[in-house]
Nanobody, 115 residues
Framework: QVQLVESGGGLVLPGGSLRLSCAAS????????MGWYRQAPGKQRELVAG???????NYADSVKGRFTISRENAKNMVYLQMNSLKPEDTAVYFC?????????WGQGTQVTVSS
């Protein structure tokens, strides 16, 4: 079983930055593919960024060049650095962990980009 706890959300002005963190429990973190998803009101949950157990990354087109996902296996942590934030980035951001066919989710953290 893997438990995920996100932190770092909040209210930020357009053009600002935030760093989200996700702490994972358990001893298999290094084997997990990790990802950040987001869900805006009235919209489906979408993948924002992912990082495999081997360190390969992928991003949604809408965040390429602005967001960076990283992981720190020694601390069981994954991060999402978000720069040049836009109002359309406003959503609840969820941390996801996957191993074979099993997926785990955090409770989410709210990010609001507004002036």
């Amino acid at each position: 079983q893997v438990q995920l706890v996100e932190s770092g959300g909040g209210l930020v002005l357009p053009g600002g930055s935030l760093r989200l963190s996700c702490a994972a429990s358990g001893s298999i973190f290094r084997l997990l593919d990790m990802g950040w998803y987001r869900q805006a009101p009235g919209k489906q949950r979408e993948l924002v960024a992912g990082i495999t157990s081997g360190g390969s990354t992928n991003y949604a087109d809408s965040v390429k060049g602005r967001f960076t996902i990283s992981r720190e296996n020694a601390k069981n942590m994954v991060y999402l650095q978000m720069n040049s934030l836009k109002p359309e980035d406003t959503a609840v951001y969820f941390c996801n962990a996957a191993l074979t066919r099993t997926a785990y989710w955090g409770q989410g953290t709210q990010v609001t980009v507004s002036s």
